[in-house]
């Protein structure tokens, strides 16, 4: 019912930055939080950011201070602004909502993105 799709990630060296967006389509009523996750190769994926409901965010403590998540809610779009990048951000970043009725936190997340390619060169 939700497509999620990603877009911005590439290369970039260390020290730089990298925005990416993620765009809802579909059943989009459905919607609660939205966020992105990465998985490093070799990795258990981890949290980058999330965008709650209620407009607050959490952030992974790998890239608190660093990373910044934004919501166009009308859009249904989510952004991630990607600063001070390092080779240990590197990996595939993926896009994720929360379905109605459920908690990111304790269920997961429902809908996910196929991912967006982001390396950070040393």
């Known amino acids: 019912q939700v497509q999620l799709v990603e877009s911005g990630g590439g290369l970039v060296q260390t020290g730089g930055s990298l925005r990416l967006s993620c765009a809802a389509s579909?059943?989009?009523?459905?919607?609660?939080?939205m966020g992105w996750y990465r998985q490093a190769p070799g990795a258990q994926r981890e949290l980058v950011a999330v965008h709650t409901v209620t407009g607050s965010t959490v952030y992974g403590d790998s890239v608190k201070g660093r990373f910044t998540i934004s919501r166009d809610n009308g859009k249904n779009t989510v952004h991630l602004q990607m600063d001070s990048l390092a080779p240990e951000d590197t990996g595939v970043y993926y896009c994720?909502?929360?379905?109605?009725?459920?908690?990111?936190?304790?269920?997961?997340?429902?809908?996910w993105g196929k991912g967006t390619l982001v390396t950070v060169s040393s």
């Open positions: 579909g059943t989009i009523f459905s919607i609660n939080a």
């Open positions: 994720a909502a929360e379905k109605f009725g459920t908690s990111w936190y304790n269920d997961g997340m429902e809908y």
